[in-house]
């Protein structure tokens, strides 16, 4: 019997889905190197590969075999060939643009562990979607509104959350399509570089941010009587800010939050809040030859950084702060607990941090590669964002499925 791979679920999956993968008609206790490939939209390729040995009776269950040294990774780890996935072009971010279109896995097991790879024994292929089947896709152009609304299949109401994406500008549509999978109604909101948006805007006005916040409650598919909100970064400071000033926030999932505004100055009716300063020459050495850019925001909780601190205490909504403890773009850890700190001292128990060894800025939906060095997203040099391979694949799981259940409770 020739050799075959053997997944589950077989042709198609979510991208946040983990994925079963074996291999039968091995000789017994035969060597093996399994890999994974994947190019992006601009055709960058992506690959992991990993060591095995069959069992007795050739099969060669991920569930239950180690991989052994010499791979992308090793141990018991059946996600190991998706979260380990790497760019082959140094400093490249796996990105989705088209949600409606799936990625394309191609998985190749081959002969034998060494550095070049022995004959093809088996190859598949499968594709790893963003949308479930019934899940529409609508983009909102009302008023000033630019985003795009993803709905869960049926008729009844959902839970409304709005997605706010980190520095870079336009539209970013995978987390909101992925959260709709799993029964709420998400809107993934541009503010700037998007359309009609400024491209650079000088100041960031939370009448538009109250404008998307109105739209979802009068939505007939959004179960009112408010809405959560899902920031990154800069995302994650907007959504802050935005449960501080606006009403109807009832939620705020953030992710690696500055607490105080950053770079462009945020303004509601007649209050502005001015931006934190940054020193660029706080920045770091690392022995990669990266910049670790953690230390160059003023202290938001000492003068004159805390004129930008987002008042936080006159929000009613529940937070969950998640942190990476290696940020090395924001000191997210120590905002998020000092930020706490400061709604404790007033009574407030709408809190909680969900702190991520071994991670980094970035936090993606599970099985994203990680993207640890890169273009830093102020000063625009090659930066240490941080984060380490399996502690990372760890907390994205994690993180993913606290989202999803904090919005539950509170929505």
């Known amino acids: 019997m020739a050799p075959s791979i053997r997944l589950s679920p077989a042709a198609r999956s979510l991208f946040d889905q983990p994925l079963a993968i074996a291999v039968q008609g091995l000789g017994p206790r035969q060597q093996v190197t399994l890999r994974t490939s994947l190019r992006d939209e601009t055709g960058e390729l992506f690959q992991a590969s990993a060591r095995y040995q069959a069992g007795d009776d050739g099969e060669l269950d991920l569930a239950?075999?180690?991989?052994?040294?010499?791979?992308?990774?090793?141990?018991?780890?059946p996600m190991g060939l998706l979260w380990a996935l790497q760019?082959?072009?140094?400093?490249?971010?796996?990105?989705?643009?088209?949600?409606?279109s799936p990625f394309l896995l191609q998985l190749e097991v081959f002969e034998g562990h060494g550095e070049r790879h022995?004959?093809?024994?088996?190859?598949?292929?499968?594709?790893?979607?963003?949308?479930?089947?019934?899940?529409?896709?609508?983009?909102?152009?009302e008023g000033r509104i630019r985003a795009t609304?993803?709905?869960?299949?049926?008729?009844?109401?959902?839970?409304?959350?709005?997605?706010?994406?980190?520095?870079g500008g336009g539209l970013f549509e995978p987390r909101a399509s992925l959260l709709a999978n799993h029964g709420f109604a998400t809107l993934a909101l541009a503010y700037y570089q998007f359309e009609d948006l400024p491209q650079e805007p000088k100041e960031l006005h939370l009448e538009y941010f109250e404008e998307a916040v109105n739209y979802m409650l009068q939505h007939p598919q959004v179960k009112g009587p408010g809405v959560g909100l899902l920031g990154f970064s800069k995302g994650a400071e907007v959504s802050l800010a935005m449960a501080a000033f606006l009403k109807n926030i009832l939620a705020v999932a953030s992710l690696n939050a500055p607490v105080a505004v950053t770079l462009i100055p945020l303004s509601y009716k007649d209050k502005i809040i001015p931006t934190v300063?940054?020193?660029?020459?706080?920045?770091?050495?690392?022995?990669?030859?990266?910049?670790?850019?953690?230390?160059?925001?003023?202290?938001?909780f000492q003068a004159p950084g805390n004129q930008s601190r987002i008042p936080l205490e006159k929000g009613e909504?529940?937070?969950?702060f998640m942190v990476g403890q290696?940020?090395?773009?924001?000191?997210?850890?120590y905002y998020a607990t000092e930020v706490c700190k400061l709604l404790q001292a007033q009574g407030?128990?709408?809190?909680?941090?969900?702190?991520?060894?071994?991670?980094?800025?970035?936090?993606?939906?599970?099985?994203?590669?990680?993207?640890?060095?890169?273009?830093?997203?102020?000063?625009?040099?090659?930066?240490?964002?941080?984060?380490?391979?399996?502690?990372?694949?760890k907390a994205q799981v994690h993180a993913w499925s606290q989202i999803q259940a904090f919005f539950k409770k509170y929505l």
């Open 348 to 393: 407030k128990e709408n809190f909680q941090i969900l702190s991520y060894p071994g991670t980094g800025h970035c936090i993606d939906p599970p099985f994203f590669p990680l993207y640890h060095t890169g273009s830093h997203p102020v000063f625009h040099k090659q930066a240490v964002l941080g984060g380490e391979l399996r502690a990372y694949s």
């Open 149 to 167: 609304l993803f709905v869960p299949p049926g008729e009844d109401t959902f839970p409304g959350v709005i997605d706010i994406h980190g520095l």
């Open 277 to 300: 300063t940054l020193y660029e020459h706080k920045a770091k050495a690392t022995n990669s030859k990266f910049l670790d850019y953690s230390d160059v925001i003023d202290d938001p």
């Open 118 to 141: 022995g004959r093809l024994l088996a190859q598949a292929q499968h594709e790893r979607a963003f949308l479930r089947d019934g899940v529409r896709r609508v983009p909102v152009r």
């Open 326 to 333: 290696d940020d090395r773009v924001v000191k997210s850890e």
């Open 64 to 77: 239950r075999c180690p991989a052994l040294p010499g791979g992308s990774f090793s141990g018991l780890e």
């Open 317 to 320: 909504a529940q937070f969950l």
């Open 87 to 100: 760019p082959q072009k140094p400093f490249w971010r796996l990105v989705k643009r088209d949600v409606q």
